[in-house]
């Protein structure tokens, strides 16, 4: 089985950097993905790392430690539509049986305050 | 955006009915997922399809059955809702491995069981 751990709230404000951390202890594993959800509305797909260190994507970073267990995301030059819940999801680790079956952390909610 | 429809997507109904949501992709995807979401508990997976006619269990299952019977539908049904699956319940679809299995979300349904 999955356990995946996040904190549930953060707070930060406009314009700063902040980080939010997840860590795992899995059966298997087949990479980490972040997603980004705001109230009312689907998750959308930020980022996805497999291998350990940094993957960049504009104001986004995602960061993997393998044998840790642990992840981040950090959030840079941040912005009040950052305002929303951040998903940490492990993919199993059976391969081609696992079927990108996803679990999902509980979900952190940041606040972006002005 | 991926082409994924959900309906309805809000529906209330009475203890003991059936219900049927019905999820709808024009990606041609092979993988599809049914997610549920509740306060404190994330997102949950009820069931997935690896192709047409090819589904199985989640980490909640109970009182869900699914159905696949062409690739673009993929079909969640409560036999005999119960005031527990009031929920907000989430289709994902995956064109797999060859995209790391990178899901994507429906719009959701919110769904009312009294």
New interface residues.
Partial sequence: GQNIDQPTEMTATEGAIVQINCTYQTSGFN?L?WYQQHAG?????LS?N?LDGLEEKGRFSSFLSRSKGYSYLLLKELQMKDSASY?C?V?DGAG?TS?????????TILTVHP | DAGITQSPRHKVTETGTPVTLRCHQTENHRYMYWYRQDPGHGLRLIHYSYGVKDTDKGEVSDGYSVSRSKTEDFLLTLESATSSQTSVYFCAISAGPDRNYEQYFGPGTRLTVT
């Fill in positions: 990479g993905f509305e689907a998750p959308t797909f996805y497999v998903l999801a993919r081609g079927y990108g079956k996803l679990t999902f952390g509980q979900g």
